[in-house]
């Protein structure tokens, strides 16, 4: 079975912190991806990885960076964490040919 | 007008009930994901489909490529089965994701 991972299930941060979450994923998956949830709202696309050291931009990039130094790690970035930055964040891999999502478990992100 | 659908909203059914959860888009897509997601966050996939029926144990997915329509289906429904049931539609990297659907089975 895919193990998607992410490194922490709650994290509390103060307004300003930077803040990184991590995602790491054992089956040699091309693409991956970082999204957020929110009560009441689908899940909006912050960013996606389709190789090592790529990445392209989602709905709502803003606020947000990634890094993809190595195939099996995807890491979301918060510079400076605000309030709305409170939310469920979701890592997610897929094979090319888009076939199914594996996600991660889920940081629960509350920003004071 | 979102661009998918789902219908209901929210679902509240007995045990054993046969269910049946909507979703309808807009756009050209070449998949269609089912996925669900229990409280507590974690989501699984169901289903990807690109045309026809595709069934695994008491969850059966069927999609109108014409109609631009999907159904997902529960037999003989569990209260296990209670979660909300997501859609999504998309084409290369991009998915755009239903709200979801939640549903309660009551014992």
């Known amino acids: 079975d895919v193990k998607v991972t992410q490194s922490s299930r709650y994290l509390v941060k103060r307004t300003g912190e930077k803040v990184f979450l991590e995602c790491v994923q054992d089956m040699d998956h091309e693409n991956m991806f970082w999204y957020r949830q929110d009560p009441g709202l689908g899940l909006r696309l912050i960013y996606f990885s389709y190789d090592v050291k790529m990445k392209e931009k989602g709905d709502i990039p803003e606020g947000y960076s990634v890094s993809r130094e190595k195939k099996e790690r995807f890491s979301l970035i918060l510079e400076s964490a605000s309030t709305n930055q409170t939310s469920m964040y979701l890592c997610?891999?897929?094979?090319?040919?888009?076939?199914?999502?594996?996600f991660g478990s889920g940081t629960q992100l509350s920003v004071l | 007008k979102n661009e998918v659908e789902q219908s209901p909203q929210n679902l509240t059914a007995q045990e054993g009930e046969f269910i049946t959860i909507n979703c309808s888009y807009s756009?050209?897509?070449?998949?269609l994901h089912w996925l669900q997601q229990h409280p507590g966050g974690g989501i699984v996939s169901l289903f990807m489909?690109?045309?026809?029926?595709k069934k695994h144990g008491r969850l059966i997915a069927t999609i109108n490529i014409q109609e631009k329509h999907s159904s997902l289906h529960i037999t003989a429904s569990h209260p296990r089965d209670s979660a909300v049931y997501i859609c999504a539609v998309g084409s290369n990297y991009q998915l755009i994701w239903g709200a979801g659907t939640k549903l309660i089975i009551k014992p």
């Open positions: 756009v050209g897509i070449s998949a």
């Open positions: 489909l690109s045309s026809g029926k």
């Open positions: 997610a891999t897929r094979t090319d040919g888009n076939e199914k999502l594996f």
